[in-house]
């Protein structure tokens, strides 16, 4: 039976599908109600000519959340991006995703909740993982000592940052979620990935505080 590739869903028999080809070769079939989302990931529509590989506008479209827009806040509100644009594409679509996760997040109201644990406990380690399937939702990991945050970073939900767990003990979070591969700045709380720091820059592998599992 025929999958939605975007939301997974099963589809109905005759229910209406188009095709997309999300790197210019393979085209796979998605629902009239994720067609959007396919097009803001920069996938081909069947019919049209072939681009090949991601492309980067549509992604960083999603930059400014759609409740901030609604909100009337102004962009220049929002922290600066991870990384200058021209640098975005020098990284691979993997790196984009993790670094789309951490502008989305910086520019939700729990960075501040973040920055203020930071300041009471030092800073935490950091990891985004992205989920498995084609959706490019991604998790959030902060930990410390004795507490650790979890969010869920959705960029095409009208609310893209949302808390997911939260807990004492750092051996509760699975192992999966642990990949420490971000820093938080001791600024202003955003969160930097190692993939948006310049060679030379980046942190060394084990940088860090270790806890126990």
């Known amino acids: 039976m025929k999958t939605c590739a975007v939301c997974e869903r099963t589809l109905l028999m005759g229910e209406h599908t188009s095709r997309f ?3 210019g070769r393979d085209y796979i079939d ?3 109600l994720c067609q959007e989302q396919a ?3 920069g996938w081909t529509r069947e019919g049209l000519p072939l681009h090949g590989g991601f492309e980067l506008a549509g992604r960083r479209r999603r930059q400014r959340p759609l409740w901030q827009a609604l909100l009337g806040g102004a962009r220049d ?3 600066e991006p991870v990384i200058a644009e021209p640098a975005l594409r020098r ?4 790196d984009l995703q993790l670094v789309e996760a951490a502008d989305l997040f910086n520019q939700s109201q729990f960075r501040r909740t973040i920055l203020s644990v930071s300041r009471s406990l030092g800073p935490p380690r950091v990891s985004i993982v992205p989920l498995s399937g084609i959706s490019g939702e991604t998790i959030l990991t902060f930990v410390w000592e004795i507490t650790w945050y979890q969010y869920r970073v959705s960029p095409d939900s009208s609310q893209p940052v949302r808390s997911a767990e939260r807990g004492s003990d750092p051996s509760e979070i699975e192992e999966s979620f642990t990949r420490w591969n971000a820093t938080l700045n001791d ?3 955003r969160v930097v990935p190692d993939a948006a720091l310049l060679p030379g820059v ?3 592998a084990g940088e860090g505080p270790t806890y126990n599992r």
Not at 91 to 94: C, G, M, P, V
């Open 21 to 23: 080809s999300p790197e």
């Open 30 to 32: 998605v629902c009239a």
């Open 39 to 41: 097009v803001d990931h």
């Open 77 to 79: 509100e929002s922290p």
């Open 91 to 94: 990284l691979s679509d993997a």
């Open 187 to 189: 600024d202003d709380g």
């Open 202 to 204: 980046r942190a060394p």
